[in-house]
């Protein structure tokens, strides 16, 4: 039986590099998917875009293509990625001119654009699914809405010849779907086809993730030579069925245990994962160990696409002001405690919308509650943070906190602070018929 051989070369923007190169070397593959792109990573490339019309890509674009285009291209390796981010366009340049450089010539560079719908929810009554405001009367405040795409563009410029194809917001599990219904000519309604097709996609998406990253946890979850951690590859045959590997001699681990883990990575219903390309179960997946590093996956299913996209929407969410400082020695908590009722009485009356303060290593991130039984620290580092409308009001927070210096309790030190704008995502629906594809190619 044929099988395809796909590698996970990012699981977000700024992963690593190396471990694409060893699978662009060494790992015997057909496909190299980088998935890139966050809901946030977006809206920001978004206003590097407004800033700088040819900017808008995944900064690390030309470094990735840098280190592996070349070994692409000797070895017949398709590139696929979402790194296009706001500019595909650009993105799709920019690669021609480092394929150039390199002497490679003659590579097909598609760029993948059409999820771009701002203008849609600027001018058109779209309800957002968290709040039930209308895309309207958010119209000021909106910096990017990007519907999700799935397989149609890619497999349509796979068709076409393409070396590279880079995307704006395509689903993660469609960039990996897309080569597999390629290449074994998937009928488009072969719903448990898709629905499997989607959970190989859903494993590899995160890259490091399913080989032991974000997984390790020593005495109970032990990972060899996570230094040197390997990116994933799935050995897909026409059924769709999957191994699971990585490169021999990789760091990492391939087990039922983290396949389980990132299987599970941001689902909300197994049964009904909704894609643009299939509603994908979950429930009814196999995970068994074949042998070492390898684990055999099968048993997905599927149901009829969804007939609506959805849409990330990107806004702009008022300023935060965030500062740090430090408290060492005996008595330590007690004076970060008095800095922290300082600074609640100086900030009251003040404009901000949330206001907190944490003692960072002790109770910031599990609560007062769980962390009340604590020992006592010798060393306190307090953290406030505060968001509100204006940058001129979020700025009193960094200011209190260095105030602290000289008006506060004995013996603080290390303040760090900043101001900064804040984006926040939402999303909302859109059908589908309103959202189409376009492809433009550069040649080498």
């Known amino acids: 039986m044929k099988t395809l051989r796909i590698g996970a070369g990012a699981g977000y923007s700024g992963d690593r590099i190396d471990p694409a190169v060893e699978l662009a070397a060494k790992g015997a593959i057909q496909y190299l998917?980088?998935?890139?792109?966050a809901e946030r990573t977006i809206a920001l490339a978004q206003e590097a875009?407004?800033?700088?019309?040819?900017?808008?890509?995944?900064?690390?674009?030309?470094?990735?293509?840098e280190a592996v285009l070349g070994l692409?291209?000797?070895?017949?390796?398709?590139?696929?990625?979402?790194?296009?981010?706001?500019?595909?366009?650009?993105?799709?340049?920019?690669?021609?001119?480092?394929?150039?450089?390199?002497?490679l010539r003659g590579l097909r560079i598609a760029a993948v654009t059409g999820d771009d719908v701002l203008p849609l929810l600027e001018s058109n009554h779209f309800t957002l699914n968290e709040n039930g405001i209308c895309t309207e009367s958010m119209a000021e405040r909106l910096i990017s809405a990007n519907a999700y795409l799935g397989i149609d563009s890619i497999v349509e410029a796979l068709t076409d010849g393409a070396n590279v194809i880079l995307t704006g917001r395509v689903a993660d599990p469609s960039l990996f779907l897309a080569?597999?219904?390629?290449?074994?000519?998937?009928?488009?309604?072969?719903?448990?086809?898709?629905?499997?097709?989607?959970?190989?996609g859903h494993l590899l998406e995160c890259a490091g993730q399913v080989t032991g990253g974000y997984f390790a946890d020593p005495g109970y979850k032990d990972v060899p030579d996570l230094a040197r951690l390997g990116f994933p590859i799935a050995e897909i045959s026409q059924d769709?069925?999957?191994?699971?590997?990585?490169?021999?001699?990789?760091?990492?681990?391939?087990?039922?245990?983290?396949c389980s883990e990132q299987l599970l990575y941001e689902i909300q219903d197994p049964s009904a994962y909704l894609?643009?390309?299939?509603?994908?179960?979950?429930?009814?997946v196999s995970i068994e160990q074949a042998a070492l590093n390898r684990v055999q996956i099968r048993g997905g299913k599927g149901h009829r696409r969804p007939e609506t996209l959805k849409v990330s929407v990107g806004y702009r969410d008022g300023y935060v002001g965030e500062a740090q400082i430090s408290y060492a020695g005996p008595?330590?908590?007690?004076?970060?405690q008095l800095a922290r009722e300082i600074l609640c009485e100086r900030v009251k009356g003040m404009a901000f919308h949330e206001f907190r303060c944490d003692f960072i290593g002790i109770d910031s991130i599990l609560g007062k509650q769980l962390s009340k039984k604590r020992p006592e620290p010798m060393?306190?580092?307090?953290?406030?943070?505060?968001?509100a409308s204006t940058r001129k009001a979020a700025s009193m927070i960094p200011r209190e906190v260095e105030a602290l210096y000289t008006n506060g309790p004995a013996g603080g030190g290390g303040v760090a602070g900043s101001t900064r704008g804040t984006i926040a995502i939402l999303s909302t629906l859109i059908p589908r018929e309103m959202v189409a594809h376009n492809i433009t190619y550069e040649v080498s």
């Open 331 to 336: 008595g330590a908590l007690a004076r970060a």
């Open 49 to 65: 875009k407004r800033q700088d019309p040819e900017a808008g890509y995944d900064p690390l674009l030309e470094e990735r293509m």
């Open 72 to 103: 692409c291209a000797k070895n017949g390796i398709c590139v696929i990625s979402n790194m296009g981010a706001a500019n595909p366009l650009a993105a799709a340049k920019k690669t021609r001119e480092v394929a150039q450089r390199m002497g």
């Open 179 to 200: 080569p597999v219904v390629h290449e074994f000519g998937w009928s488009r309604d072969d719903w448990d086809l898709l629905g499997q097709g989607t959970v190989n």
């Open 240 to 258: 769709g069925s999957a191994i699971l590997t990585k490169v021999e001699g990789s760091g990492g681990l391939v087990s039922v245990a983290t």
């Open 33 to 37: 998917v980088f998935e890139c792109l």
């Open 275 to 284: 894609t643009p390309d299939v509603v994908a179960d979950f429930s009814h």
């Open 379 to 387: 060393e306190v580092r307090l953290r406030v943070a505060g968001r």
